[in-house]
């Protein structure tokens, strides 16, 4: 009798640990799939946001707002990955800020994500000298 408890004691053992074993496995491959390995050093008031779409951005002085204290003011975060971005540099980290009047205008004449979407941030990055647009940041409610 307790060689068959000691039995069942080590399978829930092995399940556990098996268990633990993918999970760090998985959190590992997301840190690396999202790029967090080469994400440049934060200042205090940066925030990363990371995309499916391959859209990697360090939004500069906005407030995040994706976890809010008061009730139905939390937005969720949209990533647009600009057209004419060099495959070389798609994992790139951009630095995204507000759009001046100019770029809201532009962007708003020739791009629609839809109702209730607000323009947050432009994204781009400096390579030798040059700067490249990376895309363009919307959010929504988060309802």
Request: proline share 6%; charged share 30%; aromatic share 16%.
């Amino acid at each position: 009798m307790n060689y068959k408890k000691s039995k069942k004691r080590r399978w829930g053992w092995i399940i556990f640990l098996v268990a633990i074993s993918l999970f760090a496995v998985w959190e590992a491959y997301n840190y690396f799939r999202l790029g967090y390995h080469t994400l440049p050093e934060l200042s205090e008031n940066e925030f990363p946001l990371v995309f499916s779409n391959g859209l990697r951005g360090i939004v500069v002085d906005m407030e995040d707002e994706r976890y809010s204290i008061e009730p139905n003011q939390e937005r969720k975060y949209i990533g647009f990955v600009a057209a004419e971005v060099p495959g070389w540099f798609k994992d790139s980290w951009s630095y995204c800020k507000a759009p001046t009047e100019e770029e809201r205008r532009d962007i708003e004449e020739n791009f629609d994500p839809g109702p209730g979407a607000r323009l947050d941030a432009v994204c781009s990055f400096d390579a030798d000298g040059e700067i490249i647009h990376a895309g363009i940041i919307y959010s929504v409610p988060k309802l």
